[in-house]
């Protein structure tokens, strides 16, 4: 346990000073197999063949599909269509983003996709009806999460792989905190506006072929739904064929890839070969770091198992407290921590092993624990000093840090730590659905 302990000292030092993480968990690993009596040539052929398993490829494949989407024009077209609906309410132009990341997150399955594909649109516009561009920016960067919970989801999938937990059974874990979570944002959303000095007007202006820009017409409403079919269709497909047995979440990403390419290319043309070249390029780089960062993160966690830690750290939390809320209370605060310092998939694969163990032992499900997992990392996406997503959102709001932090904690505390609360602490919450299913 002495040595575990300087380990994770060690990780969260590297991490502080800014080594990337590939270095980072590469350092955490060196040391490990130095003084832990670990057989390093078993454990890399251990690790190589963990990384040949087909459910890994589910994360690349819908990295790839998150860049496309958020290129093809699919998120303007989802957009448009929500605008029929609530456009004209005054908290329309929040609600509108909040939907529509959502369903973005059935498509992509991550968090950048959200912000990404809704915020150079919505973000604007928002300012120019009113908002503060520093709590649009925040609610747009905000809602993005929601790709890390409505399925399918790179998390889940990456905890279905690390601990052998049903993937399909921890989809369905998400689904209900993901739309309390749509909803609490919804109603922040709408308080927020109730303080506007103006009234929010219809949000989307259609133009004519010179590019003067007229108002949403009826005769346009059924143009609206037309174009936005194929996008209403990839997350149907996707998760229809998913939960039909159609085909697995692996091949549901490889097909959510190529319908985001099929779909912008030849349906919105927002594709070409130029943009379509530099989605690959990108994707592919950042797809080979991750992974290298992945199996090295694999590895370190897979000598804390060899070296029994997760046994001993259930042996010393049991012997400190019997107490199940106390116990669970710990895991979320120790999640928040993982959170706020690595990526969603690296927090997973380091601690699943470790706190699965103290799971069971406390009478929980597994899929329980992936829902309470994913919501609780997901957040450490907007909380800093980790934070890519929130970064990103600055990046993409062109707001600097100071005016999107506040309201960004503002929508966490008040929209996100409930849902996080009641989904630890009320079973049914999460396992209502994978229950309903067989799961």
Avoid: H
Wanted: hydrophobic share 55%.
């Amino acid at each position: 346990m002495t040595l575990f302990i300087i380990d994770i000292v060690l990780l969260v030092l590297l991490l502080m000073i800014g080594v990337p993480l590939p270095f980072v968990f590469g350092g955490g690993l060196i040391l490990m197999v130095l003084f832990g009596d670990i057989n390093v040539v078993g454990l890399m052929i251990w690790g190589f063949n963990q990384m040949l398993s087909p459910v890994l490829l589910a994360s690349p494949f819908f990295m790839l599909a998150g860049t496309l989407i958020a290129e093809s024009g699919i998120a303007k077209k989802l957009m448009d269509l929500a605008n029929l609906f609530i456009g004209k309410a005054r908290s329309g132009l929040g609600v509108i983003s909040i939907l529509t990341c959502g369903i973005l997150g059935a498509i992509s399955g991550s968090c950048f996709t959200g912000v990404a594909a809704v915020g150079p649109i919505m973000i604007p516009e928002m300012e120019r009806r009113g908002y503060e561009r520093g709590f649009a920016s925040a609610l747009v960067t905000c809602s993005s999460v929601l790709g890390a919970l409505i399925p399918p989801s790179i998390p889940i999938i990456i905890y279905g792989w690390v601990t052998g937990t049903s993937v399909l059974g921890s989809f369905l874990s998400t689904v209900v905190p993901g739309i309390m979570v749509i909803i609490t944002f919804s109603i922040i959303n709408y308080f927020y506006v109730k303080k506007l000095p103006t009234e929010t007007e219809n949000s989307f202006k259609d133009y004519e072929s010179d590019g003067t820009e007229i108002a949403l017409k009826k005769s346009s409403v059924v143009r609206v739904f037309v174009n936005a079919i194929p996008g209403i269709l990839i997350p149907v497909i996707i998760l229809g064929g998913i939960y039909g047995g159609i085909f697995t979440p692996t091949e549901a990403a490889a097909v959510a890839a190529a319908l985001a390419l099929l779909v912008g290319v030849f349906i919105y043309k927002e594709l070409r070969l130029k943009n379509t070249y530099g989605i690959f390029k990108t994707s592919s780089v950042s797809i080979g770091a991750i992974m290298v960062m992945m199996m090295l993160c694999l590895m370190l966690s897979q000598t804390f198992v060899m070296l029994r830690i997760p046994q001993q750290l259930v042996e010393i939390i049991m012997g400190m407290t019997s107490n199940k809320l106390v116990i669970l209370i710990l895991i979320n605060i120790f999640l928040a921590f993982m959170g706020m310092i690595v990526n969603d998939s690296t927090a997973i694969i380091l601690t699943a092993p470790l706190l699965l163990p103290l799971i069971i032992e406390l009478g929980m499900s597994p899929i329980q624990f992936a829902a309470i997992m994913t919501i609780n990392l997901a957040a450490g996406s907007l909380t800093p000093p980790y934070a890519s997503v929130l970064y990103y959102g600055m990046k993409i709001g062109d707001v600097k840090f100071n005016e999107i932090i506040g309201p960004a904690m503002k929508i966490l505390l008040v929209g996100y730590v409930p849902v996080l609360l009641l989904t630890t602490f009320i079973e049914p919450i999460s396992m209502f659905l994978p229950t309903l299913f067989g799961y």
